[in-house]
Nanobody
Framework: QVQLVESGGGLVQPGGSLRLSCAAS????????IGWFRQAPGKEREAVSC????????????YYADSVKGRFTVSRDDAKSTAYLQMGSLKPEDTAVYYC?????????????WGQGTQVTVSS
């Protein structure tokens, strides 16, 4: 059974940091890209970051939305079948439910496995 489970969300003050985790099971994690997305109330889902598979030519390439570039870092630990999103210098506009997803590449349509989401709230 394919499963992705996000964790690590919470309430943090502006300027603070959080690390989200995406624990995967039921598929060959190291062959898949992991994308991070977020959705704020009343807004459309937004792609935040992606890390490609470590297998073959993709070599774990990373991608970031302009809004988080320089503040967020995506990584993966294939031995633990887990991806991470390290978020720093958080802003109130980063408040959203954050989701991870798995697919063949970072240019995929993301119609495969998704997690249930974890809430991140940035507020003083």
């Amino acid at each position: 059974q394919v499963q992705l489970v996000e964790s690590g969300g919470g309430l943090v003050q502006p300027g603070g940091s959080l690390r989200l985790s995406c624990a995967a099971s039921g598929f060959a994690f190291d062959y898949y890209a992991i994308g991070w997305f977020r959705q704020a109330p009343g807004k459309e889902r937004e792609a935040v970051s992606c890390i490609s598979s470590s297998d073959g030519s993709s070599d774990g390439s990373t991608y970031y939305a302009d809004s988080v570039k320089g503040r967020f870092t995506v990584s993966r630990d294939d031995a633990k079948s887990t991806a991470y999103l390290q978020m720093g210098s958080l802003k109130p506009e980063d408040t959203a439910v954050y989701y991870c997803a798995a697919d063949a590449s970072c240019t995929a349509v993301w119609d495969g496995a998704w997690g249930q989401g974890t809430q991140v709230t940035v507020s003083s």
